[in-house]
T-cell receptor, first 113, second 116 residues
């Protein structure tokens, strides 16, 4: 069975600073990997996804993520954080065909002005 | 594109009553929808997979007689919490898989259920 680990429960960064959120996965086959963002009391918005091909994927809102098979990681990055990026970020792994997703426990991002 | 709506966004009900939550894909057809439950400050837990025109598949530990799922059309799935109790209070989120692009799930805004 697949699993996802997000080691950081909370992260605080200053506005304008760079950001990296960690995600490690466990899955026997080639994973389908996703990053979602959730604002308080809201559903999840897809930031980016990786299925195959170029291991560096670009997403919305200036986010990117890099798939590293050797490290079983799919870390999310942003070069310059904005105050509006404060939210909960979830990494997820899925099986092929868009079947069930397994989510990590999430990382709460706080942005200091 | 790829917008999913949920109704209601929040609901308060008395213990013992039933509550129905709707999930709609607004601009695409979804043969498959998913229902998740999220407790405060926790991750999403998949409850069931809903397929249009067939019975839902429930995850282990989820009572299918308590959480009734109906996927009557390609754009609508409903979750009915029957005989609700305070422990059913939670944030329920649905997602839908675009039939044309099935590898990605798009999430609704969620429904906050409070059972008194």
């Amino acid at each position: 069975a697949q699993s996802v680990t997000q080691p950081d429960i909370h992260i605080t960064v200053s506005e304008g600073a760079s950001l990296e959120l960690r995600c490690n996965y466990s899955y026997g086959a080639t994973p389908y990997l996703f990053w979602y963002v959730q604002s308080p009391g809201q559903g999840l918005q897809l930031l980016l996804k990786y299925f195959s091909g170029d291991t560096l994927v670009q997403g919305i809102k200036g986010f990117e993520a890099e798939f590293k098979r050797s490290q079983s990681s799919f870390n999310l990055r942003k070069p310059s954080v904005h105050w509006s990026d404060a939210a909960e970020y979830f990494c997820a792994v899925g099986t092929g065909g868009g079947n069930k997703l397994t989510f990590g426990t999430g990382t709460q991002l706080k942005v200091e002005l | 594109g790829a917008v999913v709506s949920q109704h209601p966004s929040w609901v308060i009900c008395k213990s013992g009553t039933s509550v129905k939550i709707e999930c709609r894909s607004l601009d695409f057809q979804a043969t498959t929808m998913f229902w998740y439950r999220q407790f405060p400050k926790q991750s999403l837990m998949l409850m069931a997979t809903s397929n249009e025109g067939s019975k839902a598949t429930y995850e282990q530990g989820v009572e299918k007689d308590k959480f009734l799922i109906n996927h009557a059309s390609l754009t609508l799935s409903t979750l009915t919490v029957t005989s609700a109790h305070p422990e059913d209070s939670s944030f329920y989120i649905c997602s839908a898989r675009d039939s044309l692009f099935p590898d990605t799930q798009y999430f609704g805004p969620g429904t906050r259920l409070t059972v008194l």
